[in-house]
């Protein structure tokens, strides 16, 4: 009997201590419930749009797989993209090219008789040309030949890029990323801690990604959608019938290249380039060469107003100075390298110009006939 009692008075005596601890539990629960709530919102509906259930990026990768075209987008994530179409690939693609939007409209016309994709995202990263390829390397699908569209903005380090854009570009894809990481380093291991991490609030579910989403929620729900003549070619190329065939409207444009966001992006009077970042881009390079890959790079070229401008200004300094470590990166290496940023050196003309940076698909030709190193 009197065991019994201590027994009894034993728990009352625990559960009277935990108490607090319950009361705390309950409190933080209530704090932070309504917070992942609103969270996996933003998630849901910065990814997601319609009534499908699908995101519009799995629905625009699963028409391409189809080998549809895509007309009349909205703003999507074209990384979200290339992380369905690849998953969903079934076989080896020739030729793939990687690039930021510069290289969009690289079509399979310029690879005849080859099976091709263009891979390309907007404000490609070296994260990006990583993440990209690792995608491919883990569908057991490495193409046979990778056509890279070297950047001068890629040789920025990640900070200056995330206090220039406010985010980092690849956050929706960052898992991909650790894993092109640790394809670069195998002796890199993830702590517990971070596994666990990752268990719990998987990639898509970081500060990152949630600002990420909150901004195409955005653009999507708030600004108006990209232009109904944007089309997604099955190649992966984009076709924008609306872009500028006005030479002097374009030269007007080009005149005035100091003064955008892209431009800001561009320069960094800071450095001329960073040597980490060259590193990361010869790691990445190596990577895909033991992997039996054929590594092309390409130097998309500037329109030639604002090339000058580029070239008369200290605060572009990097851009000549990139191009040349480019280039000694291709001799080292002995990588075929195609293209210039300066426009001259390819005869690259004003008419071949939708805006002081982007190309037609007469320049893009005009660029990749330009061989500058054989490889």
Known sequence: MSHSSSTSSFRLAVSEDL???????????????????????????????GSTGLGLEDR???????????????????????????AG????????????????????????????????????????????YSMYR???FTPGVILLGVEP????????????????????????????????HPERRDSVASRLGRFILPSWFSINSIRQSLVFLV?????????????????????????????LAVRAMAADFDKGDVQNFLRDPRTSISAERLRLFED????????????????????PVAWDLVRSSERYRALPVIEQAVLELGRRLALPVFGSYD?????????????????????????????????
């Open 19 to 49: 108490r607090p601890l319950g009361v705390w539990a309950l409190t933080l629960g209530a704090r932070f419930v309504p917070l992942f709530g609103v969270a996996f919102a933003l998630l849901w509906m910065g990814r997601s749009s």
């Open 60 to 86: 625009v990768a699963d028409s391409l797989l189809t080998g549809r075209d895509v007309t009349g987008l909205p703003t999507c994530d074209t990384r979200l993209v290339q992380r369905r179409y690849i």
């Open 89 to 132: 690939l079934r076989e080896r693609k020739d030729v793939v090219v990687i690039a930021s939007s510069r290289g969009f409209m690289i079509q399979h016309t310029l690879f005849p008789g080859k099976s091709f994709f263009n891979s390309s995202v907007g404000a490609a990263n070296l994260e990006d040309l990583l993440a990209i």
């Open 138 to 140: 883990r569908a057991g």
């Open 153 to 184: 903005w890629m040789f920025k380090s990640a900070e200056t890029i995330k206090a220039d854009l406010g985010v980092l570009p690849w956050a929706l894809i960052s898992q991909e990323v650790d894993d092109g990481l640790r394809l670069l």
């Open 219 to 247: 653009r999507r729900h708030v600004a108006p959608p990209v232009p109904l003549h944007v089309t997604y070619r099955a190649d992966g190329s984009v076709l924008d019938a609306g872009l500028r065939h006005d030479r």
């Open 284 to 303: 990445i390079l190596r990577l895909m060469k033991s992997d039996g890959v054929s590594v092309q790079l390409f130097l998309a070229s500037f329109h």
């Open 343 to 375: 426009p001259a050196i390819c005869g690259v003309e004003e008419d071949d110009f939708s805006d002081p940076i982007h190309l037609f698909e007469s320049g893009i030709q005009r660029v990749l006939s330009c061989r500058r190193l054989p490889g």
